[in-house]
């Protein structure tokens, strides 16, 4: 925590097959006081598949929701919500259109093996060379 600041970290959760390879990084994070947990589910899902992933999220104790009523509102509400950290499990959708200029996007994969970034990361990095 920098003074008093916590810092803001959203789980996007883009299929319910997600949120299990965050689980180790969210419980992480809540051991210690510098980061307030929110989450995000993908509006592009099946309705069954977003109803389970929306039980599950509301049963994790502290954490935010953040939802829209289709994924062109979600995608304005996270990029406006000033979010530090941006974590993801999907690289297939345009993250530049999801995130702020100044912030720090990750992706975490299950499995094993390389996986691609998306472009948005691709064309961040070579930028900054």
């Not at 600041?5 to 180790?24: A, M, N, R, S, T």
């Not at 950290?85 to 094993?112: E, L, T």
Request: proline residues 3%; glycine residues 4%.
């Amino acid at each position: 925590m920098v003074g008093n600041k916590k810092y803001k970290v959203i789980f996007d959760i883009y299929h319910l097959c997600h949120l299990p390879q965050f689980e180790p990084v969210i419980e992480m994070l809540k051991d210690t006081e510098d980061f307030k947990i929110f989450y995000s589910i993908s509006n592009s899902i099946s309705e069954c598949e977003y109803k389970i992933t929306l039980k599950v999220l509301k049963n994790k104790n502290g954490d935010e929701l953040i939802l829209a009523k289709d994924e062109e509102e979600r995608k304005q509400k996270l990029k406006n919500s000033n979010f530090d950290v941006f974590i993801s499990g999907w690289s297939r959708y345009p993250i530049q259109k999801f995130v702020s200029d100044n912030i720090v996007c990750a992706m975490i994969y299950h499995g094993i093996g390389i996986k691609p970034l998306a472009e948005y990361l691709i064309n961040y990095l070579s930028e900054r060379k």
